[in-house]
């Protein structure tokens, strides 16, 4: 069966008449009528019972008809969607963020993306780390990626986002909580809670320590920054976080800026030579969105 010849059946079914059928369809009746006919012969089966005054269905016509309208309705719609697609309008990206980025920029992401890109569907995984992050695109298991750089591929490309610097997180009741400002040197002796060892923050954190004068004692790692801040609110040690993590609250923490803060990057990434339109308007909404976001942390 050819896609014309079930235009012009669910024409002449709807109308009941060939010749409204004719007009509607911008053609002349007879051959019309020839296309219902080598329909039928196709089919094996009559579709239209014909009198001189009117076109009766056929049992045979009525589900053919049924499911004739539901084919084009889905073709009409695929057509509009696949031209929204290839205009950026409409489109599907399944993004993951870095472990702080969550907690402020992701819901900042998610709610303007609703409302300047509709055609839009996201797919968000929160609390990842770089490493992840990166397997992810590579693997085509991600399209965008809100991470730390450095990014050790030759296979994505990157776009700067925002500068973040650490900062102390420490129980509420420990002894430095007082001090309006700590310098690393203070945490010296402390016993530490960080990111695990091949997250970006983790190298930085290390290097700060290590230019500070002193090796961090790490008596505990944790992925997600929701667990590592309920490790300094059980007393198990203090850390150094990212400032934007200040959003996520959780009794029993304070923060505290440093002297002299070692900085984290933030980035989004994306696989290189993905050139469709949508991810392109995405990722400058992304860069909309972390400027003024940058300026309020400035």
Partial sequence: MELRHLRYFVAVAEERHFGRAADRLRMAQPPLSQQIKQLEEQLGTLLLARTTRKVELTAAGELLLERGRRILEELESLESDVAQVGSGVKGILRIGFTGSATYRLMPRVVREAKEQLPGLQLKVRGEML????????????????VLRPPADSDRLELRPLERDELIAALPHDHPLAAEERLSLQQLAGEQFISYPRDSVVYRIFMEACRKAGFAPSVVQEARETSTLLSFVAAGTGVALIPAATRTFSLAGTVFRPLADPPAVELAVAWRAGDQRPMLARFIELMQEISQPMKDQTS
């Fill in 130 to 145: 770089t490493p992840q992050l990166i397997s992810g695109l590579e693997e085509h298991a991600l399209d965008v990626g």
